[in-house]
Each structure stands twice: as structure tokens, then as C-alpha cells.
């Protein structure tokens, strides 16, 4: 079992940074992948990053590429996601989810808003 909560969210002007963060208790991260996903208001959930297991392999979503950073500290159970020159479109509710391949499962934060003002 794996809990996960994510925190660093809050309101910034455009161009302005934030870092969220995502800690596990429970299980160990070692074998979780760790993506990062985001809903705006009316709109479908939308991935924006993930990660793999060791830290050295990383996807990003075109809209943030370049912008956001995602990386993890597997002895302290946290991923990180740093988000830079952010926009009022990055505004939305981050969730993070954790996925182990080799038993099917899957666990989800409870998400932290964003909201970025023009």
C-alpha cells in the first residue's frame, strides 16, 4: 500500500515558479514509476510528466517541456516537479500517481491547485 500527498501548490503571477512535491508513506518508491497529471475546470485530466523508477528517465507533456522538471529522492519517498516561466494555462489541480508495472496497481495523491494569475 502506498499513500501519497502532494504539496507546494499556491497562487503566482506568470513567470513566476513553484515546486510541488509528492510524498509517499506505506511502500517504498524504489519500483514506482511517478507521473505527474493535472485538471483545469471543464477540461480532461491531462499528463504532464513521469518518471521512471531510478530518476534517469523523464517524459514531458509538449506544453511544459522545457519549462517543468520533474525529479525524485527515493530515500526521502518524495518526487519533485519543478515548474518555471509558469502561464495562467498551467493553472490546475497537480495530482501525483504512482504505477508498479510488475503488480498492476496504481495509487493517486489527493491533488494541490495551481493557480497562475496574468
Known amino acids: 500500500q502506498l499513500q501519497l500527498v502532494e504539496s507546494g501548490g499556491g497562487s503566482v503571477q506568470s513567470g513566476g515558479s513553484l515546486r510541488l512535491s509528492c510524498t509517499a508513506s506505506g511502500d517504498s518508491l524504489d519500483d514506482y514509476a511517478i507521473a505527474w497529471f493535472r485538471q483545469a475546470p471543464g477540461k480532461e485530466r491531462e499528463g504532464v510528466t513521469c518518471?521512471?523508477?531510478?530518476?534517469?528517465?523523464?517524459k514531458y507533456a509538449d506544453s511544459v517541456k522545457g519549462r517543468f522538471t520533474s525529479s525524485r529522492d527515493n530515500a526521502k519517498k518524495t518526487v519533485y516537479l519543478q515548474m518555471n516561466s509558469l502561464k495562467p494555462e498551467d493553472t490546475a489541480v497537480y495530482y501525483c500517481a504512482a504505477a508498479r508495472v510488475a503488480t498492476m496497481t496504481d495509487y493517486w495523491g489527493q491533488g494541490t491547485q495551481v493557480t497562475i494569475s496574468s
Open positions: 518518471i521512471n523508477s531510478g530518476g534517469d528517465v523523464a
